[in-house]
């Protein structure tokens, strides 16, 4: 009897995996050049698809991109004119490193800080790694 309610309570604590990751494909970007400005109108959207704060990804898009830039009204406005293509692939570049499992493959994962360090954990096989990029 005793074990089973162990065993209950240990259920309620472990985190599911909600969704299928079946298809994991991450929204392209939509916007728009105005002048010497990109402004990148869907960012909240792929950012929740991916399951990430904005900040965090309008951080590490600024610095990869090495561009001053602001977050405004669900938007991001960057101070610089440049490509789709390329943004899509600096996003790309942020779901290996910050969202995809080394291990798995599947995106479902958290970011963890453990002492100082921060680790992404995944929720599906296991897995912790480091993350070694600093933004």
């Given at each position: 009897?005793?074990?089973?309610?162990?065993?209950?309570?240990?259920y309620?604590?472990?985190?599911?995996?909600?969704?299928?990751?079946?298809?994991?494909?991450?929204?392209?970007?939509?916007?728009?050049?105005?002048?010497?400005?990109?402004?990148?109108?869907?960012?909240?959207?792929?950012?929740?698809?991916?399951?990430?704060?904005?900040?965090?990804?309008?951080?590490?898009?600024?610095?990869?991109?090495?561009?001053?830039?602001?977050?405004?009204?669900?938007r991001?406005?960057?101070?610089?004119?440049?490509?789709?293509?390329?943004?899509?692939?600096?996003?790309?570049?942020?779901v290996?490193?910050?969202v995809?499992?080394?291990?798995?493959?599947?995106?479902?994962?958290?970011?963890?800080?453990?002492?100082?360090?921060?680790?992404?954990?995944?929720?599906?096989c296991?897995?912790?790694?480091?993350i070694?990029?600093?933004i």
């Amino acid at each position: 009897m005793e074990y089973e309610q162990l065993l209950n309570n240990a259920y309620k604590k472990v985190k599911t995996v909600t969704g299928s990751s079946e298809r994991f494909e991450i929204p392209k970007v939509k916007g728009q050049v105005a002048g010497k400005n990109t402004i990148i109108t869907n960012i909240q959207e792929i950012a929740s698809y991916i399951r990430r704060p904005v900040g965090h990804l309008a951080k590490f898009l600024l610095k990869e991109l090495a561009t001053p830039g602001r977050i405004e009204n669900s938007r991001l406005i960057l101070n610089r004119r440049l490509g789709s293509g390329l943004v899509n692939d600096k996003i790309g570049l942020y779901v290996k490193e910050f969202v995809l499992c080394h291990e798995c493959k599947k995106p479902d994962t958290e970011i963890i800080s453990e002492k100082g360090i921060k680790f992404k954990h995944c929720l599906a096989c296991g897995a912790k790694y480091p993350i070694k990029s600093k933004i």
